[in-house]
Each structure stands twice: as C-alpha cells, then as structure tokens.
DNA sequence: TAGATTGTTAATCGATTAACAATC
DNA sequence: TAGATTGTTAATCGATTAACAATC
C-alpha cells in the first residue's frame, strides 16, 4: 500500500524554502554534511522543527553523520517545484512590472518571464529587456501559446481582481499577487501574497511598539 | 491601573494589514458601517477571529450595528504605525532598487525614500527619480543626517548580512531583507524578510503538488 | 566501542473557532 | 420591542518542542 502523501502545512513550506537557501549556500561552500542542530541555529529554529520538517522528503538522513548536503538540496529542489522551469507572465509594466521583468534572481531559480501585459498606451510597444509590452486584449493567447502556469500581479489594488480573473479564465495556475489587496480565486487555483508594502507596514509596527515599549 | 499592553502576535498583526486595506477600500466606498461578519466573509475568515484580534485596539464596536468603519480605519493607522512617517533608505540600485525608490504606493502609506546607495562605481552618482545614488562610505552620515529609520536590503544574498551590519550601526531599527538570504541582528532591531523569490517558490510547490493529487 | 545524531512520541504551547450572554 | 451584533469564554485544533530509544 503506497503511504497518502499528506498536504504539507503552509509554515512548513514556507520553512523548506529557507532549507534551500541555506543548503544551498553550504553547498557552494563545499560542505558535504550538515546535522538538524546545525540548519536550525543557522535559522533561528529548533532542531526538532528541523528533522520533523525533513520527514516529508523522500530523504533520510544518517544517523551519527546528519544529512548529506547534496542529496537534501535535491531532494528540497524536487519537493518545492525548482528541479523544473516555471514559465511567467507580468500584468502591469510600471516601476515594479519592469523590475521584476528584469530581475535576474527568477531565472537563476527556474521562473521565467515569458510576457509583460499593460493596458497604458503608452507603455504597449515600448521594450523591457528581451520582451515587447503587450496590450491586455493580447493576454488570453499569449498565456496559452506560452504556455504560461503563473502570473505575477504588479497592477493597482483596484485592478487586481479583475485581471487576476482574466488570468485565471486564460489557464494560470498560480497567481502572485502584489498589490495590497485580498483576492479571490477558484479552488484549485494558488494565490500568494507578495505584500510588499504589506511587509512595510508590518514592519513600521514593529519599530513603533518597541520604542512604546521602552 | 494601567492594562499592561501585551504583545501582539504576528499572525494577528498580518490580518491587522489585510483589515486597513479592506477598510480604506470601504471608507474610499463611503461605507459607514460594517460588521465582524462583512470584514471576515469579504477576507475569508471568521468573525470570531476578526472580533478577536479587534479586541487589540483602543476602539470598540457597537452592539447591534457592528464598527464604524472611518474609526476603525483610525485606530487600525494607529495601531500600525502608519499614521506617521518613515524615512527609509534603499541599499542596491539593481532593477528592484531603483523601482522600490520609485514605487509611488509607499509614501502614499507614509514611506519616504530618502537615499539609495549602490557598491556600483558605474552606478553611484546616476539618478533615480529625484535621488542620486550615492557610495556605501556615505551610508553612514546619509543615515544619522537623513534619521533613517528603515533599510531595504535589495543586494545579491551574499551582501545581505554585510549590509545590514553597516546599516544597523548606522541606527536604522527595522530592515526589509528582500534578499533569498536568513540574516541575524540584534536584539530590537526588527526584520522583515520580504521573500518575493521565496514567495515564487512557494507557489510553484503549491501548483506542483495539486496537479500531483490529482 | 563510545559518542553523536536521527526519527518519533508525548507534552506543551498557542492560535482559531463555536457558542452565547450581554445589550443597543 | 425584536433582531442583530458585540465581546468573551471554553473547546478545539494544529504546530512546536523536549525527550529518548534506536542505531551507525
């Protein structure tokens, strides 16, 4: 009988993502075995967190040596979806639409930029590297001859829910979403919440309580 | 006797954010009212927790018509920090830095950008926006000069705790770390780590995993 | 072997939710 | 008033951690 592969809880996830970093980091070091304790103070986090995170990986590790750092970074890779290419469309070529665009991590990770939307005239034609803006009537055949599986949100709160239908009427899967705003998708669909200016606030909360707390 | 007040925990500081959004959303409406049933439904939570983490403010409801919506909005700015401004000091003029210095949503929050820096010699003394990029040995005085309060870490991973180090002597007392990188400071000094790469991944497990349950 | 580290259990901790008395 | 909605309690749910037997 195969074991159900049980959905994985959101902070674990999100934790498997900082496995990676760091593992990835020690493996450009050369280091070949690292122990739960080492990951976790590395992290912040306890080294119980670290080895019951791990369980989910089809990994083990070895008693008395810790994890092989190579074979976890594979095995982190496999289960977080980066062993494979993602390709990506923009919606909004502003400021941050043309940054992302740009930004030379995603590839470096597996996400690629494969189109830029924007429904300002003046912006539809320009180049943004590589890329051509295109207008927003241009959206539903680009995403599927580009067979494109997630879409980036760099538009106005306003807009967001209105193209992130469109997005999802298209086919996307996914969908990262970036302005301040709740959006609300269909099952089946993920949404993530960048919350950049969210972060922002969130950390302006912090500073201000501490100096109250004084 | 005064109410020792407590911490609040961070997931309730996060809905915090998403209540302010929806808020401003209603009052820009002109809505007057609304109820712990409304926020939740239109957020995708309960009531009960929505009444809740309410419950942190210095604001109450009303018996039988629920929280008038321009107070709440007030006590929520207030709560978060964002009924004042911040100084805020970018550090990496890439494609993110210069469109985080130009991003138009932060001062509408209250976030001003008053310095970017770049290690870049071909960079510094370039413009962007109204801003010049200046040299890390500028960082220092710009910080005391300016009263910066908040760094943005938009450098590659491997700078990041360098440049937190620098920042943090300089008296900055909170740090977005946009960088795929964990990054240790001391003791109140707050971190916020803005993960948009690690956000991407996250999502990418998310799509991969349901079309692996299928 | 002796020592170190895993994988897992059981206990703890903290956050969410259902339910309801209070009340305008 | 009757109905609706708050603020709060108690129950539930889920995540973290301490502890330890297994073991290389």
Do not use: C
Not at 64 to 79: A, E, H, I, K, T
Not at 132 to 155: C, F, H, N, W, Y
Not at 167 to 190: D, E, K, Y
């Amino acid at each position: 009988m195969i074991k159900q592969k049980n959905r994985v809880p959101q902070p674990v996830v999100s934790r498997m993502v900082q496995y990676f970093a760091h593992l990835d980091d020690l493996a450009g070091q050369g280091v070949e075995w690292v122990s739960s304790f080492d990951i976790g103070s590395s992290l912040g986090l306890t080294s119980a967190t670290v080895r019951r995170d791990l369980v989910h990986l089809d990994f083990s590790g070895t008693t008395n040596r810790g994890y092989r750092v190579q074979g976890l970074l594979d095995s982190l890779s496999g289960f977080l979806g980066i062993d494979q290419t993602w390709r990506v469309a923009v919606v909004g070529a502003g400021n941050l639409g043309k940054a992302l665009a740009l930004h030379a991590e995603w590839s470096r990770r597996g996400f690629y930029i494969r189109a830029i939307f924007d429904v300002d005239r003046r912006k539809i034609g320009k180049r943004v590297g590589a890329l051509e803006v295109l207008p927003m009537d241009k959206l539903p055949q680009t995403v599927r001859a580009e067979k494109i599986s997630i879409g980036v949100l760099a538009v106005p709160a306003e807009e967001a829910q209105k193209v992130a239908d469109l997005l999802i009427a298209s086919g996307v899967q996914g969908i990262m979403n970036l302005a301040l705003t709740h959006i609300v998708v269909p099952f089946r669909t993920h949404v993530l919440d960048g919350r950049l200016v969210g972060n922002m606030i969130e950390l302006a909360h912090g500073i201000k309580s501490t100096r109250e707390t004084r």
